[in-house]
């Protein structure tokens, strides 16, 4: 007898509930061995990790989702489901197809691959020698191109590459990306160029200031419950521990980040902490009834990385942000500060100085970087250039963009440890996180015209819940072209963006 379609769709419903919580079981232990956990235990939990994951794939391609999903959806009352219902059904749709349909063969040598590749991208990055890297990342890219290949069918692009950028920015196409990110390279370029011409150049030597771990914990503290991460109170979803390489990981109560602490670098983990706690605050404030379902979760990559930067640049290098939080630095950190002016520290830590290191960039360079990534990932998966030729390519970039000679392969074309993990299409998605802020600031400034006032006293409320109604509330309930367009009125579009920067950094650099 033919289930009826609400208990079919019940159904359903548990079975993925069963696979989230199983996945944010899977996740805290993630987060053990990157911060807790004994040297010695690295042989059982890999082992741990590997059984989990076994599990996972298990029940992720359960036929049993498969038979639900078609009864749902050749159900003729199908149409009665809500717009929520049918998202979740769309999603896990979507994930099943593609967890089912890439042959297990084909992940099982992707997995191995990776493993390989990095490890080989260690030693040569190590010794500066791309040959050595050269024919594993050529594997990975074959291995790539033909999973990309029957993804394509199932995210029904038009080309591989996009059906790599689904995974990350859903709808989002190469095509899209191309027009989006050279007017924002042309844009950049403008800006770097008037910054570099002018003759107001900030003093740096504030940030070398030494600072102890143990204050820049309680600084980390303080900028967390200034952005409404909860660290601290009783009730608390959120903690901070540290790793070499910050990240946030978890699920609506339990959301962590991590950083690191450099005693003569403390900007180092004062943008980190507050990058992660925009994260995290992403997920701590997803819709509470949409907890255990698919449309509850963030939007995409590029969206997550919206937030991140928002509260990381817009709000944490804002001067108004700082005439709030220096009173409080100085407080936390005794005499260290207590000669600093305001000005000098938000150009200080505004500072523009092209790097060759992404993850080094100033907001003005930053894109650049991803710019680079993506017209490289995008014509070695068009075949238009060969692995062989990266590092040229990636060289003569960085000439012509952001001006800077790259003396080796290490700190250059290996200098990121994504493409030897097989992440390709996922680079985009960091500069479309700041595009789409731009989008939501030109927005939320039409919403809350007083907001600058209000963060110089302290107060991101505001802020915080313009983002929890406009962003957070909207789960995974649209793709990021549609929600973009929800929130914004309009389509993906670079100007808002380019806006922000040239008024800041025209008034910090006086052009
Ligand atoms: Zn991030």
């Not at 987060?31 to 004994?38: K, S």
């Not at 790259?406 to 030897?420: C, K, L, P, R, Y």
């Not at 957070?472 to 929600?483: A, C, F, I, R, V």
Request: contains cysteine; glycine residues 4%; neutral net charge.
């Amino acid at each position: 007898m033919a289930e009826s379609l609400d208990e079919a769709y019940k159904k359903l419903m548990e079975k993925i509930k069963d696979f989230i919580i199983f996945q944010s079981a899977e996740s805290v232990i993630h987060w053990d061995m990157e911060t807790m956990m004994p040297p010695k235990a690295i042989q059982l939990r890999s082992q741990q990790l590997a059984l989990l994951s076994r599990i996972e794939h298990k029940m992720g391609t359960d036929p049993e989702i498969g038979k639900l999903l078609k009864q749902i959806k050749q159900n003729p009352r199908y149409d009665k489901l809500n717009n929520v219902q049918k998202r979740n059904v769309y999603l896990t749709k979507k994930r099943y197809d593609e967890e089912t349909k890439l042959p297990e063969e084909l992940v099982v040598e992707i997995a191995k691959q990776q493993a390989i590749a990095v490890d080989v991208w260690k030693k040569a990055k190590a010794s500066q020698n791309f040959a050595m890297f050269k024919q594993e990342l050529e594997k990975m890219v074959e291995l790539k191109k033909k999973a990309a290949e029957i993804l394509m069918e199932v995210k029904r692009t038009t080309t591989p590459y996009d059906a790599l950028i689904d995974i990350f920015e859903p709808k989002m196409t190469a095509k899209t990306i191309t027009q989006v990110f050279d007017e924002l390279r042309t844009g950049l370029v403008r800006l770097l160029k008037k910054c570099e011409s002018s003759k107001k150049h900030p003093n740096t030597s504030v940030l070398k200031r030494k600072i102890s771990v143990d204050t820049q914990r309680r600084i980390a503290k303080a900028l967390a419950e200034s952005v409404g991460y909860d660290t601290a109170s009783k009730n608390a979803g959120g903690r901070i521990d540290e790793t070499e390489h910050p990240f946030t990981t978890g699920y609506y109560d339990d959301v962590r980040i991590t950083t690191h602490y450099y005693e003569d670098m403390f900007a180092s983990s004062v943008f980190s902490v507050l990058h992660e706690a925009g994260h995290a605050i992403y997920e701590q404030d997803l819709k509470q009834d949409w907890m255990y379902q698919p449309v509850g979760s963030g939007c995409s990559s590029g969206f997550h990385e919206s937030q991140s930067r928002f509260i990381e640049n817009i709000i944490g290098r804002s001067r108004e942000f700082w005439v709030y939080f220096l009173p409080k630095l100085k407080e936390i950190t005794g005499k260290t500060f207590a000669d600093v002016n305001l000005d000098n520290l938000v150009h200080a830590i505004n500072q523009v100085k092209p790097s060759k290191i992404r993850v080094e960039a100033d907001e003005i360079t930053y894109c650049l970087h991803i710019v680079i990534r993506f017209n490289i990932e995008r014509d070695l998966f068009a075949d238009k250039i060969k692995v062989k030729e990266l590092p040229e390519i990636w060289n003569q970039n960085y000439k012509e963009y952001i001006d800077i000679k790259i003396e080796n392969d290490s700190e250059g074309v290996m200098q990121d440890t994504h493409w030897a993990s097989g992440l390709f299409g996922y680079f985009p998605s960091y500069a479309l996180g700041n595009v789409y802020s731009g989008q939501l600031l030109a927005t939320m400034e039409k919403d809350l015209p007083n907001w600058r006032k209000q963060l110089e006293k302290g107060k991101f409320s505001p802020v915080k819940d313009w983002l929890i109604e406009n962003v957070h509330s909207h789960g995974d309930l649209y793709d990021p072209p549609q929600l973009i367009k929800k929130i914004t009125g309009k389509e993906l579009n670079v100007k808002p963006y380019l806006n922000y920067l040239n008024e800041k950094y025209s008034e910090l650099y006086d052009f």
